[in-house]
């Protein structure tokens, strides 16, 4: 394989297994908390709350695989 090929190899394994993880580390997320949500709806503000934030936490390591991506594109 020549050079640019393995460039474009290795960006889109970088982009699509970083993505991977955060994408389904957010289903998770709304998964379990519609299921404990409908266990105990007295619960939903801090259920809720919980997990905005744990959801943006996953959204954060996705932007950071996508950054490493995109550097890898534009620089090596």
């Keep these: 394989m020549d050079p640019v090929t393995m460039k474009m190899l290795a960006i889109g394994l970088t982009a699509g297994l970083g993505l991977l993880g955060p994408a389904l580390g957010i289903g998770l997320i709304g998964y379990s908390a519609l299921q404990g949500i409908a266990r105990n709806p007295e ?34």
């Design 43 to 76: 619960a939903s503000g801090p259920i809720m709350t919980n997990m905005i934030l744990v959801t943006a936490f996953c959204e954060a390591i996705g932007i950071y695989a996508l950054i490493i991506a995109i550097i890898l594109a534009l620089i090596v």
